[in-house]
């Protein structure tokens, strides 16, 4: 299962109790079901009553904490304690490409798919996945550098500042997509928590890094949702961890592209041709690809439980992400519901009482009848995730023709409707809008300096926030994503093989010295960290043998700013538990980049939540934006167009 019985019975015995190829989304599916698409995976106060929706109105607004209905879903209200009376959701992000990194080719070939977007999500490197982009930097550098690199990115990709920016914004709570390799201990390794690297080729010690994050978001009152958004080959030629010939997470002998035997834990197809390599066996209980992912599922949501109090802030799990995705219709339905039957009864087996996520491309009358027919009993929370997304309303290249800006608002304000919404709703199925964004017509290019442009999209943001608010099943939303990654290169600075992204002659750091205007976060006098030591309250996880504990401290995984006395940058974490790795910075942007402004030519800016709100685009989540439909009846072919 990834974790060792005596790291587990350690948590117990402390007394801790339980508490995001590309964005894109299933009304693109429905908006042209006849195609095969690769389609991306976009990649309260109120709610829950006997017949499970998620809160009842008196656990955020006025009604006393003893009631009962609260009671029965501790974990939820923690996601809302940042959130005015008024309002009824969960109101977040994503952390899209963090701990799973999204990463697309740099150039679209004449046979590729339709989510196969060059420079999605980022621009200054490119591969086929993110195991493709680890799998080539073990093979041009060792594999010490390419845990250093993957380090780097999830030690500096997302701030502190960032998640001060997006608070501030009415984040009340996150998104975490992970990878199922998260509780994977690498290969001749124990513990998850050691970097190394894993059966197919992943990186490990991620784990360490999404405790890291938790305890950040505690201190905020931000809840998490936490997103297993990949399984061993979750979909068909997508980018989202792997990019497989096959969902072979998911699908089961005889269906449309498996082979006999496909599905064993063995070699896996790989889209256009190889295959990824493994070392895992099979084992007794574990014998295929669908059997790995149900034990991620028990091992993550195992952890869940077993999280200490200052990280204690999840407030409800995913087991899938857009399960079995890049082929139109629904050929893998049954099969996707037979593996939630399974990935259900290992979640609830730890998380008995926690609402628990399940995703589908595409709603239907059997989805909602199989959530209907899954729950145990009335307190069981089961939520549906849907993705809605504009973007895929229009694609030009199936001789769909672009809408309007006034068909956009139109579509805005009848996503419930038209957008697939509707299924959910008629079976007063709770639900969140797990994805949605402002990119529209299949990323079509604007000019965001034009003051019209910026006011149509900040039109469609607020009909888009103002319709979920309105739609009692709609119990959250997650905007795709808080950043994107252009100009963002978590490879450590070999100058000899790497562009460089410093002046040379200076050694200056081009990013911004913010050191004005945000929390210092340590005392250049002492030297001392202010934030809470939590080395003496998280669970002890060492290999008792060896007295060593391969935990860093988490104090220095979310990265420092600067050194106000030198104007340096800090040195990266402290060396990995397993030692002797490559060391590089957190990562760095090339100039005039940041997580807030991409560089000019980068096609996907809209995705990006911080970089919207720097245009004054993303205004604060928490405004209800009533009177935000019906939009403006503004004619012209989505102008501002580049």
Known sequence: MGFADSELDQLRDDGFGA???PPRGANRALAASHLLLDAP???GAALLSAMALVVTLAVLSSAPATQPAAAALAPLPLATLAASASSTKWRGVSLGGWLVMEINPSV???NATLDSRPKWM???FEAASELDFVSELRGAHGDDYAIATMRNHWSGYITERMLDDAQALGVDTV???VGYWIVDSPDGGRSPLEYGISPEGFITGGLNHLLAMLVALKKRKIGALIDIHSMPCNSYCVSDGLSCAAPLAFAREGDVLMAPGAGDIGKMARCRGGAYPTTRKPTQGTATWRDVGVNAVSALAEWIAALPEEAACVVAFQLANEPAIGIAGSPYLHSVNLWYERAL???REHLPSMPLVLSWLEPSDVVTA??????RSEKDVLVADHHYYLNWLAIPQFGMPLLTWAKLHRAACAAVAEGGLEVYTRAKQPMIIGEWSLAVNLDQQHDLDQPEVRRQFAQLYREQISVFAATEEVIGHFFWTLRMGSGWDPRPDTSATLPRHFDDASGSDPRPDTSA???????????SDPRPDTSATLPRRFDDASGSEPRPDTSAILPRRFDDASGSEPSPAAAPPNGGHVQGSNGRHVQGASAWRSLGDYPYKVWSFLEMSAYGIVTPLDELYTSACPGPEVEGAASGSK
């Open 517 to 527: 205007t945000l929390p210092r976060h340590f005392d250049d006098a002492s030297g």
């Open 345 to 347: 009864q290992a979640a």
């Open 19 to 21: 508490a995001s190829q």
């Open 108 to 110: 679209k070939g004449p």
């Open 175 to 177: 998104r975490i997509p």
């Open 122 to 124: 980022f621009d200054q």
């Open 41 to 43: 995976g976009r990649c």
């Open 370 to 375: 199989f959530l209907k027919s899954a729950k």
